[in-house]
């Protein structure tokens, strides 16, 4: 069974920082590009960040560049989000979302129609 299994939300003050895992099973984890998007009530959801787990390619958002990094932990088949100064407008829930590595700009574009989509964890970030 595939599983994608967020964890790490919570609620912060502007400033803050948190860390969301992704804590993937059930597929080759090293064939795959895994990352975040997040869901704001009433939007589309938006591509945050990825990394390719074969050769450490990744990608961010403009709105996030210089303040989350993403990483990778093949040991543990799981992906990391480290958010730095989070700003009110980072809240959302936050999905991951993995796909057969078919390049970037497949994984951005596909949104929910990645292979997998995880049911997301809750970042809440007060002014």
């Known amino acids: 069974e595939v599983q994608l299994q967020a964890s790490g939300g919570g609620s912060v003050q502007a400033g803050g920082s948190l860390r969301v895992s992704c804590a993937a099973s059930?597929?080759?984890?090293?064939?795959?590009?895994i990352g975040w998007f997040r869901e704001a009530p009433g939007k589309e959801p938006e591509a945050v960040s990825c990394?390719?787990?074969?050769?450490?390619?990744?990608f961010y958002s403009d709105l996030v560049k210089g303040r989350f990094t993403i990483s990778k932990d093949s040991a543990k088949n799981a992906v990391y989000l480290q958010m730095d100064n989070l700003k009110p407008e980072d809240t959302a829930v936050y999905h991951c979302?993995?796909?057969?590595?078919?390049?970037?700009?497949?994984?951005?574009?596909?949104?929910?129609?990645?292979?997998?989509w995880g049911k997301g964890t809750l970042v809440t970030v007060s002014s």
């Open positions: 979302a993995a796909s057969l590595d078919g390049g970037i700009g497949l994984w951005r574009l596909s949104s929910r129609g990645n292979d997998y």
């Open positions: 059930g597929f080759t984890f090293d064939d795959y590009i």
């Open positions: 990394i390719s787990i074969n050769d450490g390619q990744t």
